[in-house]
């Protein structure tokens, strides 16, 4: 985390519950390797001193963990020794699947790889992809160098949860200059947890200088059922790399979802991500970026549509460390029923990060006397030559075009609907895939449809 | 992890050695220009009658018995203190200084010579170092429409227009005099808008403050002159704790300026005000200050440490409160000047230019908190940081959910002149109204080489063409300044300026 959040999140320690995570987190699994039983008990041992955040930390303002605490969440079990993770078959998620979208895919059930669900075929030269624990299995000491490499010992409490308590995920390496034709599809699929469960997926994802990769990070349930979500992605891009990163996030209307996108850019690379939140009844969205490169270019935007008593968080964490970097940041939300939506963006400039070019942006449709948009778009710049920027609107839908399409003879719940897929349709064009964009398009109007707004 | 460090390293060398370079020729070039002394640092010496420093009861005590308080007064100051002693310190600023010992502060001081009669009385050096300040006191009624209340230390010593102002009905004095002479008006009013529990500094103040102002518009008034005090620090190791409250009677005006300079000291001096205005129904306040405070040397020793608390009520229907402020000086400046919009249709404005170099803090911003139907909000701040000063935007616009129709747009701008400052921005935005409007934006910059180029093509010299430019910068806020202050403004903000360009 940048300084000022080291600054100001000091971890509290008068008035919290004792250990209030200590459900989460798994039991010592025999056969691990040295290096991550380690990692894993200096991280138990960081949330334990951490406690849980208040609304007195400033990340925590806004967001209460008052209901994600009470549900006393436990790890997702472990299946009988010789039995596969998940029984599903492939013809049991035909439904959660996006029509027409040509991908290799790579399927966690629970948290955990399901090879039988997934697609990994074809393959070019120079990508490898497998799941984190049988990348153990066959190799216990690769990945000790990247685990944490981006995301570091961080503040983030739920960092240093899902270190605790990892249980699979993606280890995705593109090696120099692969280019992978079709998008990865990563998708999290909750199923069938009687119980609170939480699965904690570490995803690791790689590109060698000038590789070329496009990642579709969806996270969808089969029915109703509440659970919780603690993933964080490990994203390290080498020189020239270019990384389209899709997340889609269609959670179940119970589920929890916390998430960290842990991204590094090296010199030239180029990431372009685009963060579409609809589903979940409480979701937390850390996006930090750390330059290690000069003319790198980091595109963040978003989506939420936040309602039905749902709380949409959105934190945004860049640190121009080094000169010559641009970041985009554009996030639109709709808001409405009694939903919240929570933006904080930091753009942080360094002393020595001359010629910086940072752009933030946030703006919020408030469709109901009900729902509440917090928004903290924050500037911290300690470099003089640099194009720094941000804007950030609250409003409801206009008046008058409205009535310019009453007029029209369109009732007035469509009029609305049709404004609001205007609003968002930016977002959705941009996604960049014409079958990726009709499934979110899809979720929107249906969300929209199902709206009193 | 693929990004090795020969990656990475020779670009960014190369950049650090050309800011160096940079910065030296920058120096060299304007280094005398920055380090000109402060022209207002000179003491003053006259007799203070001062205690000894510290803090308990029984210094209370003194200050109210020295004052001739009434009993309620010291039960005020006394339950303020207690809750005090249980305060924290406030932390979340952007801003680093040594810890304050409150023990070392002595928290009274006054000029000997009291109970004057008229401006002949007041002792001759008191009115000299006015006279250096460029406070013209004996002119002062031929200058048209400026009362001064000139605060030296810690008691009023002068009032003048007194008599034209009673005319009106408005009340201008000391707060200490309002305490023994209008005690109704001010146990209504006094902390309804800034509770003493507010903030630690808010708590310090209402348990020791020794002196301020008091104005009260009546009904239908409008205050016939700008009412304008001048604060100047004189004493070695005395906080000031003003507290200035003005009511604003039904349907009233009133224009109310504060300006302040302070002589060169080597210890840091604190200040912790607290400013509340309260306006009825369709009454209107304007406040205008400007603040040139010392700010410490090049190394930042001995500034003031400015901790105000500044908030005004919109408790009537289609009232309003405006707020413009300079602020130049001081070596940290703690400062939100905010509205609370509670009548319906009621109006917030905050128009600031700060300025921070040498190793000048600034943290400063405004709350915006909307309450009633149709209230409109204006924020517009323009941040300088030059060397190495740091600047931080902290702002709070709250719609809540009854707040119908509310409207806030807001500007945050920063003008970074060189390498080693720096220039925050942390708004904070909270919207529970579907029918509210908010937009935001905020900029950062510096001079563009294209805006000197033209500038100079014209000849004008590069000081002139900085201050021109900065000048331009800031003229949306200077021109809600009234005439007087608005001339000594743009002065101010071409002399922190000179040789800050790089």
């Keep these: 985390m940048s300084a000022q959040a080291l600054k100001t999140e000091t971890p509290a320690t008068a008035g919290v519950e004792p250990a209030p995570f200590d459900s989460w987190l798994p039991q010592a699994a025999a056969g691990e390797p040295d290096w991550l039983a380690a990692a894993r008990a200096a991280a138990a041992a960081r949330v334990h001193t951490q406690g849980a955040p208040t609304s007195k930390s400033e990340g925590w303002r806004y967001t209460g963990l008052r209901t994600l605490l009470e549900q006393g969440f436990t790890p997702v079990d472990e299946p009988p020794l010789g039995e596969p993770m998940s029984a599903l078959l492939p013809e049991d998620i035909e439904d959660v699947l996006v029509p027409g979208l040509d991908a290799h895919r790579v399927v966690m059930v629970n948290g955990r790889f399901a090879p039988q669900l997934s697609d990994l075929s074809g393959l070019p030269a120079g990508v490898r992809m497998n799941g984190l624990r049988a990348s153990l299995a066959a190799d216990p000491t690769a990945l000790a160098e990247r685990v944490n490499a981006v995301a570091g010992d961080g503040a983030h409490v739920f960092a240093s949860l899902n270190t605790a308590g990892m249980d699979d995920g993606l280890v995705l390496h593109a090696g120099r200059g692969a280019v992978l034709e079709k998008p990865v599809e990563l998708l999290h699929l909750s199923v069938g947890m009687d119980e609170p469960r939480v699965a904690q997926p570490r995803h690791l994802i790689r590109l060698d200088d000038g590789a070329q990769v496009t990642l579709i990070e969806r996270w969808a349930s089969l029915g109703d059922a509440l659970y919780c979500n603690n993933a964080v992605l490990e994203i390290d891009l080498g020189r020239d790399a270019l990384l389209k990163h899709r997340r889609i996030q269609l959670e179940s209307p119970s589920a929890f979802h916390i998430a960290g996108v842990y991204l590094r850019q090296g010199a030239n690379s180029r990431y372009d991500g685009i963060n579409v939140g609809i589903g979940g009844r409480w979701a937390r969205t850390d996006l930090v970026t750390r330059f290690s490169g000069e003319h790198a270019e980091c595109d963040l935007q978003g989506l939420y549509l936040a309602g039905d008593k749902q709380l949409l968080d959105y934190h945004l964490d860049v640190h121009h460390g080094l000169p010559r970097c641009t970041s985009r940041e554009n996030f639109k939300g709709i808001v409405h029923g009694k939903g919240k939506a929570v933006f904080d963006g930091l753009v942080y400039v360094a002393k020595d990060a001359q010629h910086t070019d940072a752009e933030m942006s946030n703006r919020n449709l408030l469709l109901s006397q009900n729902a509440e948009v917090d928004t903290k778009p924050q500037l911290e710049i300690y470099a003089d030559d640099v194009k720094c920027s941000h804007g950030t609107t609250v409003g409801q839908i206009e008046p008058e075009m409205l009535f310019y399409l009453r007029s029209r003879g369109i009732p007035e719940g469509l009029a609305r609907r049709m404004l609001c897929i205007g609003f968002a349709g930016e977002m959705i064009d941009a996604l960049g895939n014409e079958a990726l964009a009709g499934h979110v398009a899809d979720a929107v109007g249906r969300r929209l449809e199902a709206a009193t707004l | ?502």
Excluded at chain 2, 98 to 120: G, N, R, T, V
């Design chain 2, 1 to 502: 992890m693929s990004a090795t460090p020969d990656d990475v390293l020779p670009g960014d060398a190369k950049t650090a050695a050309q800011t160096s370079t940079k910065a030296a020729e920058a120096e060299a070039e304007y280094g005398h220009l920055v380090r000109s002394e402060y022209e207002h640092g000179f003491v003053t010496e006259i007799e203070s009658d001062t205690l000894p420093p510290g803090l308990d009861e029984s210094v209370i005590a003194t200050i109210s018995q020295r004052k001739g308080e009434p009993q309620w007064m010291l039960d005020w100051r006394l339950a303020a203190y207690h809750k005090w002693l249980e305060m924290p310190t406030p932390k979340w600023a952007a801003v680093h200084y040594p810890p304050i010992d409150y023990q070392s502060i002595s928290y009274f001081s006054a000029p000997k010579k009291k109970e004057l009669k008229s401006l002949d009385e007041v002792d001759p050096v008191l009115l000299e170092t006015y006279e250096k300040l460029g406070i013209p006191i004996e002119e002062q009624k031929a200058l048209a429409g400026v009362a001064v209340d000139a605060v030296f230390d810690s008691v009023s010593v002068a009032t003048t227009f007194r008599e034209k102002l009673s005319e009106a009905g408005v009340i201008f004095c000391s707060i200490s005099e309002a305490v023994q002479e209008y005690p109704e008006l001010v146990q209504k009013y006094l902390g309804s808008v800034v509770p003493p529990t507010d903030n630690f500094y808010t708590g310090l103040n209402s348990a020791v403050f020794t002196d301020g102002t008091f104005v009260y518009v009546p009904k239908n008034t409008r205050c016939p002159m700008e009412l304008s005090t001048y604060f100047r620090i004189n004493e070695a190791k005395t906080g000031q704790f003003e507290r200035t409250l003005i009511v604003a009677d039904e349907g009233s005006y009133v224009s109310y300026l504060e300006g302040c300079t302070a002589p060169q000291r080597d210890e840091n001096q604190l200040h912790a005000a607290v400013v509340e205005l309260i306006a009825l129904d369709n009454a209107e306040i304007k406040y205008s200050t400007v603040q040139n405070w010392y700010p410490g040397d090049e190394e930042g020793r001995g500034g003031i440490y400015n901790f105000v608390t500044k908030r005004g009520d919109c408790r009537g229907d289609n009232s309003k409160i405006s707020w413009t402020q300079v602020e130049t000086g001081s070596a940290i400046t703690w400062k939100y000047p905010s509205c609370i919009l509670r009548g319906d249709n009621s109006v917030g404005e905050f128009y600031s230019v700060a300025v921070t170099k040498g190793k000048q803090q600034a943290d400063t911003g405004t709350k915006m908190i909307h309450l009633g139907k149709n209230t409109r909000s204006t924020i517009v701040s323009k941040g300088i940081s030059a060397q190495h000063g740091i600047q931080s935007y902290r702002g709070l616009v709250r719609i809540a959910g009854k707040a119908e129709g509310a409207r806030n747009h807001t500007q945050c701008d920063s003008l970074l002149i060189g390498d080693k400052c720096a220039a925050n921005t942390f708004p904070y935005i909270e919207v529970k109204n579907p029918t509210a409007k908010m937009e935001h934006e905020a900029t950062t910059s510096k001079i563009s080489d294209d805006q000197l180029f033209y500038c100079r093509s014209r000849g004008l010299s590069e000081e002139d063409a900085v201050s021109m430019i900065v000048n331009g910068f800031c003229k949306e806020v200077f021109n809600e300044l009234p005439m007087e202050f608005a001339v000594e403004a743009q002065k101010l903000l071409s002399i922190s300026l000179e040789g800050a360009v790089g």
